[in-house]
């Protein structure tokens, strides 16, 4: 009976211990610099992830970009992309709340909850909604 007894608190405080671990707070955002891959149709952009106390701050990671798109426009048309992108700074409000995350941006239109989970290293973003534009995003340890 003791084993029993035993086993059984063991494996409650193996459960409370593991749902504690996977909780993730705004240390865990602000330890790291974040790439964020964004794809649509056949572009793909790397944004660089960085969060403060209550802002996250996606910018265009420039050497990522792939600039074969642009055509005839040649260099100058990629000088002139790069310079436009340099200056897109996208500033955006969260608030964390147990496993939730609320991002909230006026510019971007945006005023949207996600659930958080951890996968390894990466922590992912996950719609609440399903009618969302974005569904996930894949935040990864930048290299």
Request: one cysteine or more; glycine letters at 6%; charged letters at 35%.
């Amino acid at each position: 009976m003791k084993k029993i007894l035993a086993f059984t608190v063991l494996g409650l405080s193996l459960l409370a211990l593991g749902g504690c671990g996977s909780k993730i707070t705004q240390k865990d955002l602000q330890k790291n610099d974040w790439q964020t891959v964004m794809e649509e149709d056949d572009t793909q952009l790397t944004m660089k992830t960085s969060f403060t106390d209550s802002t996250m701050t996606m910018t265009p990671e420039l050497d990522e970009m792939d600039t074969e798109d642009l055509g005839d426009l040649g260099e100058l048309g990629e000088d002139f992309a790069q310079e436009l992108l340099a200056m897109m700074v996208f500033e955006i409000d969260y608030k964390i709340d147990g496993n939730k995350i609320h991002l909230e941006s006026e510019d971007l239109d945006l005023d949207d909850d996600f659930t958080m989970k951890k996968d390894g290293k990466n922590i992912i973003f996950k719609a609440s909604d399903a009618d969302e534009d974005v569904d996930e995003l894949v935040l990864e340890p930048a290299k």
